[in-house]
């Protein structure tokens, strides 16, 4: 699990600096559409910081406790808030929330002790360990990266 758990660090702590690289592009390119019909990339990297509170406070707190997790939010309702509030604040603005926001989360996961990563973990109906969680989110990460890429 140790190579598991490094790998997705790895992820985060490179994904903090990929996107501060973003501040480079200019204000056109920031909001502009992937793709026609989808999110530019400011509302890209917006979306990520909800997600990243909400696994923050809504769901390591809870793994591996003989409590029953918080009830997902309304995905459609994050996103679209997101993506609102990421048009109407600045580059600098979004990419350094990002940033402090995902410093947090790799915070949390670098205090969770070795043995959790390979624990299973029930989420509503799904049964996977801390590590497929966490492939799963950088996965995410790097499916909205890819499209940022072919834009830029």
Do not use: C
């Not at 990520?48 to 591996?64: A, G, K, Q």
């Not at 309304?74 to 929330?97: F, G, H, M, P, V």
């Not at 790799?106 to 799904?126: F, T």
Request: glycine residues 2%; aromatic residues 10%.
């Amino acid at each position: 699990m140790q190579n598991e758990k490094e790998h997705i660090l790895l992820h985060y702590e490179q994904s903090i600096q990929w996107v501060k690289d973003l501040e480079k592009l200019s204000e056109e390119q920031w909001r502009m559409p992937v793709k026609e019909g989808k999110w530019s990339i400011a509302e890209i990297i917006g979306h990520l910081i909800p997600w990243d509170e909400f696994i923050v406070n809504d769901r390591i707190p809870y793994f591996f406790k003989d409590i029953d997790l918080p009830k997902s939010a309304d995905a459609q309702a994050i996103n679209d808030l997101a993506a609102s509030e990421s048009r109407a604040r600045t580059k600098e603005e979004t990419i350094e929330k990002f940033a402090a926001v995902r410093k947090t989360l790799l915070s949390a996961l670098k205090d969770m002790d070795e043995e959790l990563w390979s624990k299973e973990l029930v989420i509503g109906k799904s049964t996977l360990s801390l590590a497929v969680y966490f492939q799963g989110m950088a996965e995410h990460d790097n499916h909205h990266f890819e499209q940022i890429k072919k834009v830029i």
